[in-house]
C-alpha cells in the first residue's frame, strides 16, 4: 500500500481520498476511479463508524463491492481520523489497509507515544499508518475545531520517532466549507517537504482551489482528503429531484440522479490531483 503513495510522490500526483457515508458513496467511489484509472483511497471517519455499521461491517463491505465490481484499480481502505489507539487497532484486526491516528490534540510526546504504539501493531499487520500534527480547522462530522499550523520539530519529531508511512501537518486548510479564501501556507510547506521524506496527506481539500492543490502536490502531498465536496453534489441533486416531482418514492429514481452527481464530482476531483490513467 505504502509504494502506491510512495509512487504518487515521486511522479508528482496525489491520491484522492474520498470519504463513504454509506453504500451508494463506496460504489460512486469506485466507478469513478474505474473510469478513469486511478488509485483511489476509501475513508471512513472514526467518529461516523457506528453510523457505518462497525470496523468490521464497513471495511468487509468495501472490500466485498470492489470484487462484487469486478475493480482493477488499487484501493486503499482506510480510517480517517481515529479517535483512539483502541479504535486504530480495531480498524486494523477488521482488515483496513490503513489507519490514521489523529494524535493533534495531544502534546507532542503523548502524540508521538500513542502514534508509535499504531504504527507497531500495524506495521506487524502489513497496515501504513497516517499521523497528525498541529490542527486542521473547521468541522467534520461534529468534530469542530481551530487551525493550528503544525510545528517543524514536531514533524520531523513524530516522523523519525514513530516511523509511521504518511504525515498530515496541519497548515491552513480546514474540514468543511471555508469562510474566505484558504491560506495553505506554503512557505512552512516547503520547509516541512525538505526536511521529511515521507509523503504529506492534505487534509479538507473540498474549496481549495485547481492552483493551490496543485502547488500542495509539487510540495510533497501525495494524498489528498475529500468529503465535503462530494455531499454537496449528493444533497444538491437529492433536494433538486425530490422538489422537481413531489410524487416520487421510489428509491432508485430518487438516488440515481444523485449517484451520476457523485460519480461526476468524484472524476473531477481525480482530474484535479492528475491521478487519472495512473494504473
Ligand atoms: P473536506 O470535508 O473539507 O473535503 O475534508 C475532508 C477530509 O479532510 C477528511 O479527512
Known sequence: ???IIQKAKEEHYAIPQINANGLI???CILKAAEITRSPIIIGTTDKVIEFLGGYQFICSTIKNKIKAMDVTIPVIVHLDHGLTVEN???AVDAGYDSVMFDGSKLPIEENIKQTKAVVDYAHKNNVIVEGEVGAIGGNEDGVI???KYADLDDCLRLAQETLLDTLAPAL??????YQGEPDLGFAEMKAIQDAIDVPLVLHGASGIS???LLKAIHLGHAKIN???EI????SNQLRQTLNQDKSLFNPQQILNPSKEAMVETIQSIIYKCTSHNRV
Open 1 to 3: 500500500m505504502n509504494t
Open 172 to 177: 491552513g486548510s480546514v474540514h468543511g466549507k
Open 226 to 228: 475529500f468529503n465535503t
Open 25 to 27: 458513496w463506496i460504489e
Open 231 to 234: 455531499n454537496i453534489a449528493w
Open 88 to 90: 486504530c487497532k480495531k
Open 210 to 212: 485547481d492552483e493551490d
Open 145 to 147: 475545531g481551530n487551525v
